[in-house]
């Protein structure tokens, strides 16, 4: 299997009310909010209902790990540390990685937060086309 990273760019604004749950579901429910998702068929036909609304990509193992180091909450909106994964019975972010997208584990029933809030990206997102890993690099890149 293989992972997206899946970014809200657009606002809540007039949004219709299949396309706002669908937004739910994938646990976006403010602009700029990224997750991350296996890819399965499912998943893909809520992308295309929502396509107007977020832009996604096939996301690389290494920046899925550095997405959890950086960006990965608990529930009680703590960091994610490695001692947290380790009171969990995971070694480390790699692990944890490689277990979600095999479909070992899930986020939520670890206490971990399914959605990383993300900065605006700097320099804002352009009007050409553009990737949702180049947008992740400018959102990581703000700092907050």
Known sequence: MSLLLVI???GTINVRGDVKK???LLHLKRKFNATVLRNSPVVHGMLQ???DYVIWQELPYEKAVEIFQKK???NSSKPLT???LNS???NDFESLVKLYDEGK???ESLGIKPY???PPPKKGIPRSKYSALDLLERMMQNGN
């Open 82 to 84: 490695l001692e947290y």
């Open 22 to 24: 669908t937004l739910e």
């Open 49 to 51: 209902k929502a396509k």
């Open 105 to 107: 584990i899930e986020l």
């Open 8 to 10: 809200r760019v657009k």
């Open 72 to 74: 990965g909450k608990v």
């Open 88 to 90: 969990k019975g995971i």
């Open 116 to 118: 990383f809030g993300l």
